[in-house]
């Protein structure tokens, strides 16, 4: 990542609006499982934080759907606090910084404080005992999830993601990138946690500065999305299609329909895994919004 | 819906038959029996679970391996079109295992796809120019969906249940599966079939796999998907 020298005199991006849809796998309902995913937002007059959990399926992580709204609800409560010090940065490598040294370490050790308080007040039963016994684990392998989390203040969106999904942006000419970089771990099979014990060096982080690099929209998916599209490479396809759809619709044409979007992906036409997608809309796209919506400054 | 639209996640199935001169006759007609028989249930599979496409593939192998089925093909669609034994043909593995590896080369399979499974179906001992069966296995082995794949064995005849198999399975928890006889390889197919397209996916229980295979009645339970665990 390189440093920008865009000065600041240019207004802030925003403001932004917010959908968020999440959808039960369609391997979930036939083996009588919960939707293991989880997504929340929340933002102050400087910030805004999206964040989604993934949590992972195999039995060893037997609470990982708790741990998954676990990880959304440390995202929040971090993130959310430092985004008026990131709106008032100037300095690229100094958001870095910050996200590395502060933001995941302290996501991190919330959520460990947040599964070791679920555990004192929901201990394991004897079935839980016994898996936790087979596979030799500590309790917190039990709540084993991703986290996909974008800190969005001022013109800096500070992304964070460890374990699979899909962090994407697309800009006014419709042009996706994938700013965090690929982990070559990541083989559909295993995935990086945050149940693992070295999982701050695990995380990726990606800083993007949006007078440098507009943005008309941001997308954090788990990878239920992903897996369901028909196109390999599917994403410039959805970031093209998204930038149209927000032009021609407006936000909240999107909010109402992404909840559809989402359930087709979970279901037995796509991937039939759990689904979770939340986006980041520019008010004003650069053309006609149709329908007013709540709007989120964060300037 | 923004995008190209969507679509079931891909599971791959090769299938590696043995086509070497001593699977003249019965052996051959009863592969091809059992493989048509085997089609219907990964079908049927396919439909039920409503979860995957299953695509098929075949690879005929004996002096040299070849392509019976190249392009994958949906198993709901498939019309399989009877294996040829070639005479005095040996039993040449590796090879077989190259010819399956170029299958499974990065970029060669979608990025969603599921775990691939390859079937190998043989009666006999691996009869490869030295060196040649463990440079194919490691060819296989080495890509990254060669090594994660859901390999599975059958041998046909107590005879053909060999290091070599098991070294191509590379898991001591599955067994090679043992036709004692013609009749028996279409259960042996149709046990593997259904193994491999529960357990193709990800965080595979070896254990409860093997399970599975010795006791065909058990394990009922659908466990394709979303079984992701930490690195």
Redesign the interface.
């Known amino acids: 990542m390189s440093s920008s020298s865009a000065g600041p005199t240019s207004p802030p991006p925003g403001p932004w609006e917010i959908a968020l849809a999440s959808a039960r ?4 309902e ?2 009588d499982l919960d939707n ?1 995913d989880a997504g929340r937002w929340c933002a102050d007059a400087r910030a805004i934080v999206l964040a989604i959990a ?1 949590g ?6 037997f609470r990982s759907g708790r741990g998954a709204d676990l990880a959304v609800g440390a995202a929040c409560e971090v993130a959310l606090p430092l985004g008026a010090r990131i709106a008032d940065e100037g300095d690229q490598p100094a958001v870095e910084a910050l996200g590395r040294y502060e933001l995941i370490p302290a996501l991190l050790a919330s959520w460990a404080a947040a599964v070791e308080a679920d555990t004192a007040s929901h201990p394991f039963g004897p079935a839980e005992d016994g898996l936790a016994g087979h596979y030799g684990d500590p309790p917190v ?1 039990a709540y ?1 999830s991703t986290l996909l989390v974008a800190l969005v203040a001022g013109r800096w969106a500070l992304l964070a993601q460890i374990g ?1 999904g899909d962090i994407m942006t697309v800009d006014p000419t419709g042009t996706t990138r994938s700013p965090l970089p690929v982990d070559p ?1 990541l ?7 945050l ?2 014990p070295d999982a701050e060096a ?1 995380f990726r982080l990606a800083v993007v500065d949006l007078l440098a690099t507009p943005m008309t929209v941001l997308l954090l998916a788990s990878d239920g999305y ?7 490479i ?1 994403q410039p ?3 093209a ?2 930038l149209a ?1 927000l032009r021609a619709h407006g936000a909240g044409w999107i909010r109402r ?1 992404l909840p ?2 989402v359930a ?2 979970a279901s ?7 689904t979770t997608v939340a986006l980041l809309l520019a008010a004003a796209p650069h053309g006609p919004t149709a329908e007013a919506d709540t709007v989120v400054a964060a300037g | 819906m923004p995008g190209g639209g969507i679509s079931r996640r891909p599971l791959h199935f090769i299938i590696l038959a043995d086509c070497s001169g001593s699977m003249r006759g019965d052996k051959i007609q009863a592969l091809n029996f059992a493989i048509a028989d085997m089609l219907p249930h990964l079908a049927n599979w396919e439909r039920d679970q409503e979860l995957a496409q299953v695509m098929i593939r075949a690879i005929a192998f004996a002096d040299a391996p070849q392509w019976h089925i190249e392009v994958p093909t949906p198993v709901s669609s498939l019309r399989w079109t009877p294996l040829r034994h070639v005479d005095r043909g040996r039993t040449n593995m590796g090879s077989a295992f190259e010819l399956a590896a170029t299958a499974l080369a990065p970029g060669q399979l979608e990025r969603r796809a599921l775990r691939p499974a390859l079937l190998l179906i043989t009666d006999g001992l691996p009869t490869d120019p030295p060196g040649r069966f463990d440079a194919g296995l490691e060819a296989l082995l080495a890509l990254p969906a060669g090594g994660r794949a859901l390999r599975l064995a059958v041998a046909i005849g107590r005879d053909a249940q060999s290091d070599a198999l098991t070294r191509f399975i590379a898991d001591v928890t599955v067994p090679v599966l043992v036709a004692d006889n013609t009749e028996e390889i279409a259960d042996r197919l149709v046990a593997a079939s259904i193994a491999a397209s529960r357990m193709s996916e990800v965080g595979v229980d070896r254990a409860a796999l093997a399970q599975q295979l010795l006791q065909p009645a058990v394990g009922e339970g659908p466990e394709l998907f979303d079984r992701d665990t930490i690195v």
Do not use: F
């Open positions: 796998g369609k391997a979930h036939v083996r293991q993934d992972h399926g195999h039995e060893r992580h392998m084993g699979d771990v083989d559909g099979v295993r995935t990086t946690s149940c693992q695990a992903g897996n369901a599209q028909v196109d390999d599917w396809a959805v970031g299609d998204l759809l329909n559809d979007w087709r992906c037995a036409e796509g991937a039939a895994d759990d």
